[in-house]
């Protein structure tokens, strides 16, 4: 049978952009709020602000976290000429994109001329920012396991996401300072400096979506052809995810791994800039996470026939553990980045497992359920991200102000003492937390490429009835 490589293709495209975008969301909303958001007020108000915001952030987050399920099921249960999938990410990628031009602006200077209808406006624009970016999150990652049934043609399609998502994510780390320079007009990144910036990724998600919508085709295999959902029903949406242990035990291991993760990748620009003192060098980061990240899922495919899912998970888990260890130590930016190597090497093999055994557990929940739910099982891979962002936002929002990284702070304005209590944060918290994630998966853990195969095969012998 011929491949379509176009749906792949495409796919990878819109993971190029939808990645670009989280990657400015995840890493660089607070380096905004921390730097420039509140410049020219003094150090006591710039501390209440940032404290102000980082709790909204945190709240708004995590409250919609409860959420991402119910806006699963509601994918799950829509039914339309365009399909399941295309009309959500269209519109919400629109939606999220023109938002997030309000998020990174200072609502025309009441940032520091009036806190209490900035503060207003901010909640507004980030509540409804948040809800269209994660409905866009989940309706992009659920329509993976709808592309194919095949663990193989699945991963195939994965590679190209991937290779796309780690692209987008490491050329906003490589554009960063270009970007905002260019601008700015100088070094000193300034508010129109950062609205070109966000304008440019948003541009970027957009287009991107429009691309992978348009471009994809829902599947039509006979084990697909359970009976739809007819609405949103809280209950069934319990059912999924309560009957598929698998599917939570995945997401389980993989919050708690992404907890440390989150938490070492939202202060690695707080490390070059603050403690190494070489935020000319971070653009570096970008080249090799490109670089790596291009190397480490084109050759998944290939790794694959020679070595299981979860032998390529344990050892790529370990080896970000090793660079994490390096971090910690390091204290120039040549050994920084020679670990950033191997972290980006491993990295992203550890997301292709993860998403590739979440991908295959709607049939084992299918099998369980005897309902296909694919938006709401693919839901909970987008949460775990999202919670994690949100502990490790945080953290940053807490421990920055605290040891002075704030405004026009520079690397020698912070004392040993201070930059020992940033690296415990940054570098050894999370060792713990990706060690006790990596625990949980070997654990806990089962579904394998084997066992999918055998439940594909007994949900396609159930359903040739229809």
Known sequence: ???????????????????????????????????????????????????????????????????????????????????????????????????????????????????????????????????????????FWGMLPALSTSSEERGLIATFARIGSTIGANIITFAYVAVLTLFSGSSDFTLGGWFGFIAIVAGIQMIGSYIAAL??????????????????????????????????????????????????????????????????????????????????????????KFLKRRQIFIVSVLVVLLAIVIFGFSTNAIVTLGAYVLYNLAQPLVFMVIVLTITDSVEYGQLKTGQRSEATTSAIRPMTDKLGGAIAGLVVGVVVPLIGMTGSATASDISSEQKLVFRIVAFAVPVVFIILGLLVYMAKVKLTEERHAEIVRELTAQNKEF
């Open 215 to 304: 471009g994809t085709k829902e599947n039509k295999s006979v084990i697909m052809n359970t009976k739809p959902n007819e609405k949103l029903k809280i209950s069934q949406v319990i059912k999924t995810l309560g009957k598929n242990d698998q599917l939570l035990w995945t997401a389980v291991s993989y919050l708690i791994y992404g907890l440390g993760l989150n938490l070492t990748n939202n202060l690695m620009i707080y490390f070059f800039r603050y403690v190494i003192d070489a935020q000319d060098m971070w653009q570096y980061v970008g080249v090799i996470g490109i670089i790596t990240g291009f190397i480490a899922i084109g050759s998944f495919p290939l790794m694959s």
């Open 1 to 139: 049978m011929k491949k379509d490589i176009k749906s792949p293709i495409a796919y990878g495209i819109g993971a190029f952009g939808h990645d670009a975008f989280y990657g400015m969301l995840n890493g660089y909303l607070m380096m905004f709020v921390t730097s420039v958001l509140f410049a020219g007020s003094t150090k006591a108000y710039m501390g209440r602000m940032i404290a102000a915001v980082t709790l909204i952030l945190t709240v708004v987050r995590i409250g919609e976290l409860f959420f991402d399920p119910m806006f699963g099921g509601l994918i799950d249960a829509t039914k339309s000429k365009w399909g399941k999938y295309r009309p959500w990410i269209i519109g919400t990628s629109t939606l999220s994109a023109g938002l997030s031009l309000l998020v990174f602006s200072n609502f025309w200077g009441l940032a520091t001329s009036n806190a209490t209808l900035y503060l207003i406006f901010f909640t507004i624009a980030f509540v409804l920012f948040y809800v269209a970016y994660s409905i866009k999150d989940i309706a």
